[in-house]
């Protein structure tokens, strides 16, 4: 099968990065938490808004799995970013408006979610196993660089007392994305044409090929087994990392007394590291190589971090509560690199690597759907230590069940 040489694989895996990067400036320029303090919106309405985006996202994402294999990338993907900036440019049109507000983030959502599959059955056409581990790296760190970047924004914006206009700046981004992912597309296309490709015998074509035409059929019960409890964990990964991410501002605002800026600039913190949870994730995987303990680890550390919160809570200290989160968001990161990366293109011969990177995300986003509307509405009833509570459930649940998972396939193995 034809691959692209080095060079011009190269140059793809920065445009997938470049183009996954401007996303995230253009989904994390609206967070509950900075919304709250910007505008004034009750915790439940902000959380709303946010979950308009994670439903609709969420399924377009499952249907976007399945049939991105009839996809253009070149036109598509260009495409995709161009209705985020439209979106973009309505939630600054209709600042302070939740329903019209929520209509332009159901839009956003549905746009966006066109994009991860694609981009990682792109990755999984073009680029040699050879290089695919670099594939992996590299796309750990849109997410965390994304959001820094629109939570930056977010802040300057704030400060100088504009925070809708962020959204301006977000969909100029999109659009210089979506140019440069056209012309790079075009690169590719001549280079698979004029034979600037490497050629790779596998034995296993013929099941390749079966894994385009289908997506469920044909895959064994054991990997089904396992895709199943991925699965499970994968509404906790998007619950904990979206609940921490989109509410760290109003936390820090409530629990500490900081101004609207200062909370929003220090919940930088979280993404900025969270890229060290990404590129971990990579490193523990090639040294343990089992996806489900990793997970099992990355849950339990995150268990134990929000566990500390609760007990120190009577410190008040903002500096140990923020270093808590910032490792509890780094764990969630690696997680979310583990389900949505590392599995689909790890499993690309077992399955189309576009529909199962569409599904695992799809139900990272029901968990983060889930966060948007249910911790406010928990904050709003209870406060935030019943909010902390929960994050530590969700840990520990997810910890235990993938440890089990990892435990139950070993022995499978050792039986067999």
């Given amino acids: 099968m034809k691959y692209l040489n080095k060079k011009t694989s190269n140059l793809l895996i920065f445009g997938c990065w470049l183009v996954y990067v401007a996303a995230y400036v253009g989904r994390k320029d609206y967070s509950s938490g900075a919304a709250t303090l910007a505008l004034g919106l009750p915790e439940t309405s902000a959380g709303l808004i946010y979950s308009f985006f994670a439903v609709t996202y969420g399924i377009g994402q499952l249907v976007n799995g399945i049939l991105c294999r009839f996809y253009n990338p070149k036109y598509v993907m260009s495409a995709s970013l161009l209705a985020s900036v439209l979106a973009n440019v309505m939630m600054s049109l209709f600042a302070g408006n939740v329903t019209l507000m929520a209509v332009a983030w159901f839009i956003n959502g549905a746009a966006q979610s066109i994009l991860w599959s694609l981009i990682i059955r792109t990755l999984s056409r073009f680029v040699t196993d050879k290089d695919i581990g670099k594939a992996i790296y590299v796309m750990s760190t849109p997410v965390a660089a994304g959001t820094a ?76 087994i396992l895709l199943g409890i991925v699965a499970i964990t994968a509404i906790a990964n998007g619950f904990i990392k979206d609940g921490v991410n ?44 089992d996806h489900m303990l990793v997970d099992a680890i990355f849950y339990g550390v995150s268990f134990i971090m929000c566990l500390v919160v ?3 809570l009577k410190v008040n200290s903002f500096v140990l509560t923020l270093a808590l989160f910032i490792c509890v968001a780094c764990m969630m990161s690696a997680v979310n690199n583990v389900i949505t990366s590392m599995i689909p293109l790890n499993y690309r011969k077992q399955m189309d690597s576009g529909f199962l990177a569409g599904a695992l995300d799809t139900v990272c986003y029901v968990g983060g759907a889930l966060a948007g509307v249910w911790l406010g509405a928990v904050k709003e009833s209870s406060g935030w230590t019943s909010v902390f509570t929960l994050l530590m459930i969700f840990s520990v649940v997810s910890a235990v069940l993938s440890l089990g998972c990892c435990l139950f396939f070993r022995a499978k193995h050792e039986r067999t």
């Fill in 310 to 312: 609760l007990l120190t």
């Fill in 149 to 224: 970047t629109a939570y930056g924004l977010s802040a300057l914006f704030s400060a100088l007392g504009i925070w809708d206009k962020v959204f301006y700046v977000a969909a100029a981004v999109m659009t210089a994305a979506a140019v440069a992912w056209y012309f790079i597309m075009t690169r590719v296309e001549n280079a698979m044409k004029n034979g600037e490709t490497v050629t790779v015998e596998e034995p296993v074509a013929a099941k390749e090929e079966e894994s385009k035409k289908v997506g469920l059929r044909g895959i064994t019960m054991t990997f089904g």
């Fill in 246 to 289: 989109e509410w760290m501002p109003a936390i820090l605002k409530d629990q500490f007394g900081m101004n609207e800026s200062t909370s929003i600039i220090l919940s930088l913190s979280l993404p900025l590291f969270s890229v060290l949870g990404a590129c971990f994730s990579k490193k523990l995987h090639d040294l343990l190589r």
